[in-house]
């Protein structure tokens, strides 16, 4: 894999020119940063569907000498933009850090004084678009536990282009990003992804089809969806 393309840059839309072709060219023939690129998706949705507010108080991490190379154990920061709902890049690190750790995402997506959920509920998830109309699934969406798990059945394979995002949504600009899962030519999947925030705070849980060459946030393409 190129060393000169970092994952997260082409996620951020920070490439242009002959980085941005070589990305793509990456993203078709190279497995390892394929799978980087994927990994990355859900976390870089989070970062950009976060309110202003949420970024407040943030320390930045320590400034990186930028012609020092990082050994392959050292952590890497990249300037963290483009996308964000405000720029500075480092202070944007800091909350990368913050996710990671599985530390206050709950209260920074929903503002910390919405009530916990004390109860785990299951639901079905049904078919809203044709291309999965033979489609379904359950989820169990534990808040107190702070974790849903889901069952698929007759999902169309994943292409490799494209992924599977987890949503919790109110509408087109009140949503949560829960993760992502791709899936094998047997359309099954059981997918388990943290849940930062109380699911009783929005009315649907929400599988839309994402492609890698896209932005992090909702495609528009929902195929399953349930009432929370």
């Keep these: 894999m190129s060393a000169r393309i970092d994952p997260s840059d082409y996620l951020l839309g920070e490439l242009s020119g002959s980085e941005l072709a070589e990305a793509e060219r990456l993203l078709r023939d190279d497995p390892e940063f394929r799978a980087q690129v994927e990994r990355l998706a859900p976390l870089v949705g989070e970062l950009s569907e976060l309110p202003p507010e949420a970024w407040e108080g943030l320390e930045p991490p320590p400034p990186r000498e930028p ?95 494209e992924y599977y995002e987890l949503w919790l949504l109110n509408s087109p600009d009140e949503l949560v990003s829960l993760g992502s899962f791709r899936v094998p030519a047997s359309g099954e999947a059981r997918v388990q992804v943290p849940m930062p925030v109380a699911p009783q705070l929005f009315r649907y849980v929400d599988v839309s089809v994402e492609r890698l060459d896209e932005g992090p946030g909702h495609s528009g393409l929902s195929v399953l969806r349930a009432k929370t």
């Design 67 to 161: 012609l020092v190379r990082e050994s392959a154990g050292e952590q890497r920061r990249r300037p963290w933009a483009g996308r964000l709902s405000i720029r500075p890049a480092l202070v944007a690190a800091a909350s990368v850090a913050l996710i990671l750790a599985g530390v206050g995402i709950g209260a920074l997506v929903s503002g910390g004084g919405e009530p916990a959920v004390t109860s785990a509920s299951t639901v079905d998830l049904r078919p809203v678009s044709t291309l999965a109309s033979s489609s379904g699934g359950t989820a169990r969406l534990d808040g107190e536990a702070g974790e849903a798990e889901l069952e698929f059945r007759g999902l169309p394979a994943s292409k490799p282009s």
